[in-house]
């Protein structure tokens, strides 16, 4: 069983940078693939950047490719999101999840708000 724990969001203006934070309760963090998804009303929940459990693959989607940036310490068993240049379609709930390797995500955190304002 793995919790996560988001923090981080807030309401910033375009163009400014927030690194949202995921903390999770683990034993064996180092184990799992943590991802992001992000959701505004009314759309489905969808994918935003993951990183393998070994920190050395990551992968994007291409609306965030190039200012988004994802890392992880295993050590402290956190994963962050730095995001910069902000655009307001960027504005939802963001979705810490962490899941084994080469299985689904399992695991969901209750999100926080990024909302950005033009």
């Known amino acids: 069983q793995v919790q996560l724990v988001e923090s981080g969001g807030g309401l910033v203006q375009a163009g400014d940078s927030l690194r949202l934070s995921c903390a999770a309760s683990a034993r064996t963090f180092s184990g799992y693939t943590l991802g992001w998804f992000r959701q505004t009303p009314g759309k489905e929940r969808e994918f935003v950047a993951s990183?393998?459990?070994?920190?050395?693959?990551?992968y994007s989607a291409a609306s965030v490719r190039g200012r988004f940036t994802l890392s992880r310490d295993n050590a402290k068993n956190t994963v962050y999101l730095q995001m910069n240049s902000l655009k307001p379609e960027d504005t939802a709930v963001y979705y810490c999840?962490?899941?084994?390797?080469?299985?689904?995500?399992?695991?969901w955190g209750q999100g926080t708000q990024v909302t950005v304002s033009s």
């Open positions: 999840a962490a899941k084994p390797e080469g299985s689904l995500y399992d695991f």
């Open positions: 990183i393998s459990a070994s920190g050395g693959v990551t």
